[in-house]
T-cell receptor, first 114, second 114 residues
Framework: AQSVTQLGSHVSVSEGALVLLRCNYS??????LFWYVQYPNQGLQLLLK??????LVKGINGFEAEFKKSETSFHLTKPSAHMSDAAEYFC????????????FGSGTRLSIRP | NAGVTQTPKFQVLKTGQSMTLQCAQD?????MSWYRQDPGMGLRLIHY???????DQGEVPNGYNVSRSTTEDFPLRLLSAAPSQTSVYFC?????????????FGPGTRLTVT
């Protein structure tokens, strides 16, 4: 079965600094990859996704992620953090063996320091 | 357009009680799913459905039942609640029969089993 590993359960950055949230997946075939964001006491919403084609994917709120097959990674970045980016972020992969299942990572909580 | 709705928002059950968590979507999505969210474990798939009358098990199906009699509704039943089922439950829906596209999440139901 495929799996997703998010390095760092909690990341803290200063406002205006680079945001880097790490995600590695295990898969023997090109996967579908997703990043979701969860604000406090809310459901999840899609930030961006990679299916096929261009490996650099741009999402909402200035976030982007790059699919690197050789590193089996799909790290999420944002050049300049804003206070409103404080949330929990989840990386997810669509399982190849059963295309009907999405497997989520354990999540990374992002805090922004003033 | 209400999106994905879940009721109730909060519920407290005693061990052994049964209840149904309701989920409805008004986007005519074929794919619907139930997840539970526990601290440090991300979201884990309980059950999913690819259309009316078709359901299947996810990663953690034990103790839960589902049915899908209409496209709009996908209730989750706890047959005999256990403290291990204390969690936040999210329902989600997606266009198509496989979740290649964005999943839309409901606001969640926070369940406590004492």
């Amino acid at each position: 079965a495929q799996s997703v590993t998010q390095l760092g359960s909690h990341v803290s950055v200063s406002e205006g600094a680079l945001v880097l949230l790490r995600c590695n997946y295990s898969s023997s075939v090109p996967p579908y990859l997703f990043w979701y964001v969860q604000y406090p006491n809310q459901g999840l919403q899609l930030l961006l996704k990679y299916t096929t084609g261009a490996t650099l994917v741009k999402g909402i709120n200035g976030f982007e992620a790059e699919f690197k097959k050789s590193e089996t990674s799909f790290h999420l970045t944002k050049p300049s953090a804003h206070m409103s980016d404080a949330a929990e972020y989840f990386c997810a992969v669509r399982e190849y063996s059963s295309a009907s299942k999405i497997i989520f990572g354990s999540g990374t909580r992002l805090s922004i320091r003033p | 357009n209400a999106g994905v709705t879940q009721t109730p928002k909060f519920q407290v059950l005693k061990t052994g009680q049964s209840m149904t968590l309701q989920c409805a979507q008004d986007m005519n999505h074929e794919y619907m799913s139930w997840y539970r969210q526990d601290p440090g474990m991300g979201l884990r798939l309980i059950h999913y459905s690819v259309g009316a009358g078709i359901t299947d098990q996810g990663e953690v199906p034990n103790g839960y039942n589902v049915s899908r009699s209409t496209t709009e509704d996908f209730p989750l039943r706890l047959l005999s609640a256990a403290p291990s089922q204390t969690s936040v439950y999210f329902c989600a829906s997606s266009y198509g029969q496989v979740p290649s596209y964005e999943q839309y999440f409901g606001p969640g139901t926070r369940l406590t089993v004492t």
